[in-house]
């Protein structure tokens, strides 16, 4: 099976951890910051624009693909590779997340979760073994479990029981993928997801079922939904703790630069998140001190770049000026030029973070980068 | 001064021409086409993607950028150029058109036009001098005289102020691009523009009085408002036959495929339009065989590129099935994908009509090009 996890790198005076993973669409360096192509492109993002960013691997909502274009219609056009032109690696997630945050109607049942589509209402269930045909079909590398995910707060019983119907979808997938590889399918590697919300004890009691499984990596899942930074971190490090050192852990949904800087010092390889390439198509960014928010009217005459040590083409080509003049005259290049940079800064943070691990400067980058990223001088500067 | 025209191949059978502008910024090859940079981008489109589709000119709204962000600012940000970071030529028009399209309150006098800016009811006044001081301070390579339209039908009276008072304007231009010279600024090439609408005989009478004054070149005005292609051809031929030979000739606002080929065998030297970019952003795009509109159902599963005889960027990599999902998610991607095949669509077609006309082979190279173009086949071979 293509799919290979190398650790390479270990951090002294943390659990961070630099890594290589291998899948038939070539290398993925770790940390990994893995930008969402929801319904098949990053939103205003072609491909070229990614691999300029350095981006090897990306991130497809199967829900979304399913829905529209159809997984049939993505599979007679070659795969999901082909059908978007991207030829680095593709991480699917189980579309788990979305029937439960997306749709209106929805009901959970042991076998797997009837909604209706948001897009036209129309009646669909996904199980387990379809979230695994799916994204197969789609030609994944890297395809999530199917979980059930809780709105927190919720009773500890309703934790407890969605965590238990997640290790046994867990299991239903594996065996599905064993199926599709009986077939001369199901190639794609598999990672487990880790759920039990902010319950500490669920999580362990979770990851002691779950971290038996065959999967190729483990997924932390149910967090970065609005428990807190602190809260949210104390889960990564016990997580992180508790899963297996010679595979791939993947915190979902996780894209501010702190947090991921945080999680890579709590030993996470991969992350996603929509938050950097939203942010930008709304006219925030962030750059080396902070948050750049372009509409900013101090900005309206500002010659330098979004961030004067930004290296992406948006920074090499424009002015904040002109920057902030397309989004006041809501001219759509100005949300590509903004996305162009976004996607720069995140993978270029965990592209410096991996290699301050290598070197066994981690701790100084990090802090490094924390001191400057806060201290907002950028607004202050402008303004003068 | 850093302009000159210099006009290379005559064809034998029409009367279409090839020709070289020079300016500060570069060589414009003629017959040439102008995609419109409204306020500051070719929407969805960056300079790079100009470049690569052989853009050597572009266009800029002087009624817009005047707007916003003003040309102070642009002026203080290093002009229209580096503000968007575009280096080939830019010819920039005078407002002349929108002060009288896009806003609801406007009033002529003989010292210029009046009007409330459509995006926030401000009023102002723009006048023959502003618009050569606004064009010089965009820092324009081509500047156009500022000319009174007049909507058509409209009595013979009303036509014959109008063409009179848009030569006391081109003579007003002319004297404040001079006394702006007196200044050491006003370096830019400035074009009459030729009035009178579709009654050739004020078109002729303008063009007796404008052709006398030292203009670096000349446009045809007030044409392709709605009067039909027969009769809009009929005059360009006429204004083409009166227009020196040594100086180029620009057709304002055009940009179907027919019309460009058309106006070119008519001995037409530029055009700009919207209409190519502006189509593609509403999901229909020009193809060797017409027009394809890329919602349709039938390309769902079609895995040819827009135009499989085109070489752009979008026909390389991706499928009409991938550009048809974009449409029907409202994916911006999609937009930008059908503005990088549109702009060079028809920057493909006034190079090849220009490499025609050199090689004599221009009648040949028109009636095939037609031929084809109304062909259809398309969508027929697509339904297949």
Redesign the interface.
């Known amino acids: 099976m293509p799919f290979s996890f190398h650790l390479e790198h270990r951090d002294g005076g943390t659990a961070a951890r630099a890594g290589r993973i291998t899948t038939a669409h070539g290398e993925v360096l770790t940390p990994a910051f893995m930008p969402v192509g929801t319904?098949?492109?990053v939103?205003?993002?072609?491909?070229?624009d990614l691999v300029e960013a350095g981006c090897d691997v990306l991130l497809g909502n199967t829900y979304h693909l399913s829905l529209?274009?159809g997984v049939e219609?993505v599979a007679?056009?070659?795969g999901l590779h082909r059908?978007?032109?991207w030829s680095g690696s593709i991480l699917t997630d189980s579309g788990g997340f979305q029937v439960m945050s997306l749709t209106e109607f929805n009901k959970v049942t042991e076998d797997g979760v009837e909604f209706r589509s948001h897009l036209d209402g129309s009646k669909h269930f996904l199980t387990p073994e379809k979230a695994m045909r799916i994204q197969d079909g789609l030609g994944t590398d890297i395809a999530m479990s199917f979980d059930q995910l809780v709105e927190l707060p919720a009773p500890a019983e309703t934790v407890r029981d969605a965590v238990d119907r997640t290790l046994r979808w867990a299991r239903r997938g594996l065996e599905e993928r064993e199926r599709l590889r009986g077939e001369g399918r199901g190639t794609m590697a598999l990672f487990g997801i880790n759920q039990g919300g902010t319950d500490a004890a669920e999580r362990a009691r979770c990851f002691a079922e779950l971290g038996g499984m065959p999967f190729d990596g483990f997924a932390l899942g149910g967090l970065w939904v609005g428990e807190g930074r602190r809260l949210g971190l104390e889960m990564v490090e016990r997580d992180c703790a508790a899963f297996p050192e010679d595979r791939p852990r993947y915190l979902m949904g996780v894209g501010h630069p702190v947090d991921v800087l945080e999680a890579v010092a709590r030993g996470v390889d991969m992350m996603d998140c929509v938050l950097p390439t939203r942010n930008a198509r709304r006219g925030t960014v962030f750059v080396s001190t902070g948050r750049l928010v372009i509409r900013n009217a101090a900005y309206?005459?500002d010659?330098r770049p979004l961030d004067p040590e930004c290296g992406c083409?948006t920074c090499r080509?424009?002015?904040r000026?002109?920057l902030r003049?397309?989004f006041?005259?809501n001219?759509?290049?100005g949300?590509?030029?903004a996305s162009v940079h976004a996607v720069h800064q995140i993978l270029s943070l965990v592209r410096r973070a991996r290699a301050a691990i290598a070197a066994g400067t981690f701790a100084a980058f990090r802090s490094e980068f924390l001191d400057r990223f806060h201290s907002n001088e950028t607004l202050v500067r402008a303004a003068s």
């Open positions: 319904v098949g492109s939103k205003t993002l072609a491909p070229d529209r274009p219609t007679a056009l070659g059908f978007m032109g309206a005459r010659a083409p080509g424009f002015s000026a002109y003049h397309l006041v005259s001219e759509l290049l949300m590509r030029l």
